[in-house]
Structure formats: C-alpha cells, structure tokens
C-alpha cells in the first residue's frame, strides 16, 4: 500500500510540475492561432475570385478560345487555381500541426522553449499562406480585366462584333 501511495504521489507531483512548466501566454497565443477565422475567409474569398475567373474563361466563345491571347489567360487562371488548392492544402496541414502542438504542449510532451520554435515556425506558414490568400483574389481580378479587354479586340480582329 505504501509503494502504490508513493507512485501515486509521485505522479501526482510530476503532473503538477508539467502544468507549473506550461507558458499560459504561449498557449493563449497557440489557441488564438488555431481559431483564427481570418485566413478561414481569406481562403474562401481566394477560391471563390479564382474560380469565378475560370468559369468566366471557360465559357468564351470559340472564337476566343481559339486565340493565343485567351490560351495564356486560361494558363494563368489554371496556375492560380492549382496554387489555391495547394495554399488551402498548407493551410489545413498547419492547422492539425498546431493542434497537435498545442495538445502535446499541454500534456506536457514538449518543453516551452521546444514549444515555441515550432509555433514560430508554424505561425511563419499562416503569413505566408495568408499573403498568398490577400494575393490571389487580385491576381484574378486582373486576369479576369485582361480578359474581358481582350474579348473586343478578338472580336474586332474576327470581323464578330
């Protein structure tokens, strides 16, 4: 009975010792990362302008589609859109990353300084994704100028409208 006491005791003391070692700020700052919606909408806004440009694209004339002009378009809006998915891909990959850190963290698995590297590099990743978020949807709007500046001209050059 007293070796059960002591282990309990002990573990109790370990457990209570891994809680006292825990940044409350790092955890704090760990939690507001994983919550933050704002990417959740950047992400959203990037999908929805690309996407919206390549559907515009899609449904050009043949006439359009056959000019060179268009085919470079098509590409680019093709690239932002591979770029979008992958941006989302990175994004939901950091998320289970700082989830599993903030949890580990918690449990006491990771040391605070250990805790902190990785969240810094972890926190680096959500700016870029968000950077590239904020660049998407501008880089598809001026496709989609391009674009509709280079629907009159084929037109015109066509003999169409």
């Known amino acids: 009975m007293k070796n059960c006491f002591f282990l309990l005791s ?3 003391l370990f457990f209570v010792a891994a809680c006292a070692d825990v940044d409350k700020g790092l955890v704090d700052n760990m ?6 919606a704002a990417s959740m909408g950047k992400m959203t806004t990037a999908k929805t ?3 919206t440009v390549l559907t515009q694209l899609e449904g050009a004339s043949e006439t359009i589609k056959s000019n060179p002009a268009y085919l470079a378009l098509l590409e680019k809006i093709n690239g932002y859109t591979a770029k979008t998915e992958a941006t989302a891909a990175e994004f939901a990959d950091l998320s289970g990353k700082l989830n599993i850190l903030l949890a580990d963290y918690k449990a006491g698995k990771i040391k605070t300084e250990a805790a902190k590297q990785e969240f810094e590099i972890i926190s680096a990743g959500f700016k870029g994704t968000n950077e590239i978020f904020d660049r998407l949807p501008v880089l598809a709007a001026e496709t989609k100028s391009q674009f509709e500046q280079l629907t009159p001209a084929v037109l015109d050059e066509m003999g169409e409208k």
């Open 10 to 12: 002990a573990a109790c």
């Open 31 to 36: 939690v507001a990362e994983s919550k933050s």
């Open 49 to 51: 302008a690309v996407a």
